[in-house]
């Protein structure tokens, strides 16, 4: 059974008023003192933002179970320190965001200017593991067309510096600003991998390997890949079908490979616009089928998804949570819907932040 693990990034955010909050030192002292969340969470680009980290898990319960209990903690935390926790992959409201200290964020501030600044952005990072860089490149390859059903299941983002983009995952729109994040056409070999990883580095553009962006990429410390396509998610059931979908292909790729199944091959280009397309409407227009690369009904897409992983979510007893959790989403809305209907019922993006901090414990 391959393990998976989750990056969740929060925004932290007033209780109160809703407005982020530049706290996460605070934030971090505090489970600093915690031994056991010395390992858990992490400082992010962003004073605004917490990170945290589960363990690797073969178990979706397992899985489940950390991710509330991370979330518990997180808010914890951040409560101790006069803030709240929101897993909202964009701030409904205005902020300026500050750039957190350390060498490496400077750089980041200095080399790309404004859109530093302005990636106060969350995602949700899952790592599957993988037998080598071979298995893992081969899966890369693979994955690919599938991964804009991912974004349009997760989209969580659909206001900006208080006002609607029109998006479903808008964050989605402003990682793209990185020069070298998006999808990425076959690399055939784990030795053309790196080496195209080397030659992106060695031009300067990038600090080191770890702002390899790709929407799928070898892990530089576990023997993972790790797809970096969706929104952070607001309820932990939606981060755990995420999770879940993404060990059904990594295996299904798998297994592709090792039957001698070529990549699709679909273009950068296609992708892109695949990508642009979930982003945009989320689960709630069109979406590009992966096979055909043309506009269908999200259901239609989802329904596609879930046939393609099928064998590998069976063989680990994930497929009825799986096809049941996106009932769910289907019929109730992903989080960018859920925000859309609480900005409706309220009129006011303060009390959609503030709700949204109660479903982040849900």
């Not at 790309?112 to 599957?128: D, K, N, P, R, S």
């Not at 899966?139 to 991912?150: A, G, K």
Request: charged share 25%; glycine share 6%; with cysteine.
């Amino acid at each position: 059974m391959r393990t998976v693990g989750v990056e969740e990034e929060l925004l932290l955010v007033d209780p109160e008023t809703g407005e982020p909050q530049a706290l996460s030192a605070a934030v971090l002292a505090r489970a600093a003192r915690d031994d056991a969340d010395q390992d858990v969470f992490e400082k992010e680009l962003h004073n605004q933002m917490l990170e945290f980290a589960t363990h690797p898990q073969s178990g979706m319960e397992e899985l489940h179970a950390e991710i509330v209990r991370c979330r518990k903690d997180a808010a914890r935390h951040a409560e101790e320190s006069g803030c709240a926790v929101a897993a909202l992959a964009t701030s409904p409201l205005p902020v300026s965001p500050s750039v957190a200290a350390g060498r490496r964020y400077q750089w980041m501030a200095d080399q790309y200017g404004i859109a530093t600044q302005e990636q106060l952005v969350m995602g949700c990072h899952v790592h599957v593991s993988v037998e080598s860089d071979e298995e893992g490149v081969a899966v890369i390859d693979r994955i690919q067309p599938w991964l804009s059903v991912l974004s349009a299941l997760s989209a969580n983002s659909p206001f900006w510096q208080g006002k609607d983009t029109s998006y479903s995952s808008y964050r989605s729109r402003v990682w793209q600003r990185w020069p070298s994040a998006g999808a990425t056409e076959p690399f055939r070999s784990a030795e053309r991998y790196h080496r195209r990883v080397a030659d992106m580095v060695a031009t300067g553009v990038l600090l080191d390997e770890g702002m390899i962006y790709f929407d799928a990429r070898l892990s530089r410390q576990y023997p993972t890949v790790e797809i970096r396509v969706s929104d952070v998610c607001l309820r932990a059931d939606t981060a755990v079908l995420i999770a879940t979908l993404t060990r059904g292909l990594v295996e299904t790729a798998a297994r592709e490979w090792r039957e001698g199944v070529e990549p699709a091959g679909h273009s950068v280009s296609l992708q892109r616009l695949a990508s642009w397309r979930a982003a945009r409407w989320g689960l709630t227009e069109e979406l590009l089928h992966p096979a055909t690369m043309r506009r269908m009904p999200a259901e239609t897409v989802v329904r596609a998804l879930l046939e393609h992983v099928e064998d590998a979510l069976a063989d680990s007893g994930d497929l009825d949570r799986a096809r049941e959790t996106c009932d769910v989403l289907l019929r109730g809305g992903s989080g960018d819907q859920v925000q859309r209907a609480l900005m409706e019922r309220t009129g006011s993006l303060r009390d959609v932040v503030t709700a949204c901090v109660r479903h982040t414990q849900e």
